[in-house]
């Protein structure tokens, strides 16, 4: 990279001569370099998925889990750097608290992951170092149908149909735009979002591998909810199934 | 040795996304002393090695109770470590207040993440250079939590950190399915195997350096040490040495 060694790089608070802030580029790759985690909107309902590395069997079941409720509607998925994440999920429930006690009724999706991304913002302006972590916030009901945001460690918040970030992004994203994804239930998503995981696993290199999920949708009456093992279990031995049938194909 | 200029401050990315004084603070810690800490359904037990300066002085104070239903193992620069266990301290006795009940081990490990967390964030502090083990039980369980200065903060079955901890965790890792059902007894023994693996083979556990702490159902928090360690050093000796030794662990640094 051109940008190493010019002093341009070691301060968010500065920009280089062509108008970037390195530092943030920078805390962006921690996420990029991190575990794979995608999200996608179905038909009626998110569900998100990530992969994670287990890489030692002294660890407690879902030692690290990656995905929690921010409120009872709204689920929150963190990528990259395990504290920076869990201390945004941290002020994203805050966040929520404050929302729910001044207007007695549970903060929407949209504001939550506005407060976030003004939050991560700030730390982008160079007092402190830009968060190492991204986070995308889910949530689903009757009026608005699913709706999924990604707030970056730029401060950046987009609304998407589906997203992938991580280490395997490119190849994620490219198999969800295979898919016709408005027109998967539940059911079909969750399979496809595992099989997806799995298929851009780098069997080399990505080893004692696990998934976690989470969703929320009609099924779940608009509450976010880790799914349930057993389904999780089953949509990856769909999954298994269907990449060695494909494996037999080629 | 390993210089670049992005490893000056805390609050610096390298152009890889890493944070590379948050890993020198690792290195802090694996060079403390060992300990070691398991748990069963029932009980959770943490051991430590203490060192003394020299003959002279006594033993550095490792294992802290931090509440009735919980204690502390310290690996790394032990005053950082202390300030840690005064936080956790000071933590279970404020929820205690605010809510009449002991706090439960997940809450005391969510605390103490984001505690660590902003130690690796924010200008003008540098990040703890300590390890700590939590032993604790509460409505859910025995638990024991492992704490690093990169502010990973994950419930374990058993776990070490501290000097030559590989060799422990080897141990551990070799045993860890029997665990759960062993009496507290046998939690001690195991523990002090794995402790002793993390010693060259010239040292031994003694009653003076090895500390033991243990918690449990309708058992509080309770800290053995010197005669009441030798009864179960005791039923270490009859094990034998285990000559496989960890390779590349640095050698330990005096504090």
Redesign the interface.
């Known amino acids: 990279m051109s940008s190493i060694g010019t002093g341009y790089d070691l301060a968010a608070s500065t920009f280089s001569p062509d108008g970037r802030i390195f530092q943030v580029e920078y805390a962006q790759k921690a996420v990029d370099n991190a575990g794979t985690m995608i999200a996608i909107r179905g038909k009626n309902g998110i569900v998100m998925v990530a992969d994670k590395v287990i890489s030692s069997k002294l660890y407690t079941d879902n030692a690290n889990p990656r995905m929690f409720n921010v409120n009872d509607n709204v689920g929150v998925g963190v990528a990259g750097n395990y504290p920076d994440g869990f201390s945004l999920k941290n002020y994203a429930y805050g966040e929520a608290m404050k929302w729910l006690k001044d207007y007695r009724e549970p903060m929407p999706v949209q504001n939550i992951s506005n407060a976030v991304a003004e939050y991560i913002h700030i730390h982008t302006l160079g007092i402190s170092r830009p968060f190492g972590a991204g986070a995308f916030f889910v949530a689903w009901n009757k009026q608005s149908g699913g709706r999924l945001f990604l707030v970056e460690p730029s401060g950046l918040n987009y609304e998407y149909k589906a997203w992938a970030v991580g280490k395997h992004r490119q190849a994620a994203k490219a198999e969800i735009e295979k898919l016709k994804i408005d027109e998967l239930d539940m059911q079909q998503l969750v399979k496809e979002a595992a099989r997806i995981i799995m298929a851009v696993r780098d069997e080399s290199k990505d080893k004692n591998v696990q998934i976690e999920m989470g969703w929320v949708g009609e099924h779940t009456n608009g509450k976010y909810e880790e799914v349930p093992e057993d389904v999780v279990t089953a949509a990856e031995e769909w999954a298994t199934a269907k990449l060695d049938e494909d494996d037999m194909e080629d | 040795m390993f210089r670049n200029?992005?490893d000056s401050?805390?609050?610096?990315?390298?152009?890889?996304?890493?944070?590379h004084q948050v890993e020198y603070a690792v290195e802090a810690m694996k060079q403390g002393s060992a300990t070691v800490g398991i748990k069963s359904d029932t009980h959770a037990v943490i051991v430590a090695l203490k060192r003394a300066q020299n003959e002279l002085s006594s033993h550095q104070k490792k294992i802290y109770e931090i509440d009735t239903h919980a204690g502390v193992s310290i690996a790394g620069l032990l005053s950082d470590g202390r300030i840690l266990a005064r936080f956790l301290q000071t933590e279970c006795s404020s929820w205690r207040w605010d809510y009449k009940q002991p706090v439960p081990i997940k809450k005391l490990a969510?605390a103490m993440?984001?505690k660590?967390?902003?130690n690796?964030?924010?200008?003008g502090r540098r990040p703890f250079g300590v390890g700590i083990l939590v032993a604790g039980y509460d409505k859910d369980g025995a638990h024991i939590i492992q704490t690093d200065p990169?502010?990973?903060?994950?419930?374990?079955?058993?776990?070490s950190i501290g000097a030559r901890s590989q060799s422990a965790?080897t141990y551990?890792?070799r045993n860890?399915e029997k665990f759960e059902k062993s009496s507290p007894e046998e939690l001690i023994v195991h523990a002090l195997l794995a402790l002793r693996d993390t010693l060259p083979a010239e040292e031994n556990l003694s009653a003076q350096n090895t500390s033991i702490g243990i918690v449990g159902k309708d058992a509080p928090f309770t800290l053995l040490e010197d005669g009441q360690v030798a009864v179960h050093l005791n039923q270490v000796s009859t094990h034998p040495r285990t000559t496989a030794q960890a390779q590349g662990d640095a050698e330990p640094m005096q504090m």
Not at chain 2, 9 to 19: E, H, I, K, M, Y
Not at chain 2, 120 to 123: A, D, E, F, I, L
């Open positions: 200029q992005y401050d805390v609050t610096v990315w390298s152009p890889q996304g890493r944070l969510e993440q984001l660590l967390q902003a690796t964030q924010y200008y990169s502010a990973e903060v994950v419930s374990m079955h058993g776990t965790r551990l890792e860890v």
